[in-house]
């Protein structure tokens, strides 16, 4: 089993920064991919950010440039640092985490429980 805890949420004005912490922990061998969704209230949950294994990015158009996600391996975490946040930014966020438990495993995908950010205008 694992469990990925994150950290970092909060309320900030527009134009500020946060930054997202998720920690993976449990019976890991590697994790391939590691990301970031949210969900605004009436809202479907919606990819932020990816981070391959190799280091290749993947980022929502609405982030782009503002957003920036990081991993450090040996912690198995990931970052999002989130700069000139805006009110639409305003959501519950999630990691995820595609996480392989032995070398014979398939990955296997995995949730945090969210953490809230929130933007004022």
């Known amino acids: 089993q694992v469990q990925l805890v994150e950290s970092g949420g909060g309320l900030v004005q527009a134009g500020g920064s946060l930054r997202l912490s998720c920690a993976a922990s449990?019976?890991?061998?590697?994790?391939?991919?590691m990301g970031w969704y949210r969900q605004a209230p009436g809202k479907q949950r919606e990819l932020v950010a990816l981070?391959?294994?190799?280091?290749?990015?993947n980022y929502a158009d609405s982030v782009k440039g503002r957003f920036t996600i990081s991993r450090d391996n040996a912690k198995n975490t990931v970052y999002l640092q989130m700069n000139s946040l805006k009110p639409e930014d305003t959501a519950v966020y999630y990691c995820?985490?595609?996480?392989?438990?032995?070398?014979?495993?398939?990955?296997?995908?995995?949730w945090g429980q969210g953490t809230q950010v929130t933007v004022s205008s």
């Open positions: 995820n985490a595609h996480v392989v438990a032995r070398i014979t495993a398939p990955p296997l995908n995995y």
């Open positions: 449990g019976s890991i061998f590697s994790i391939p991919v």
């Open positions: 981070l391959l294994s190799g280091g290749s990015t």
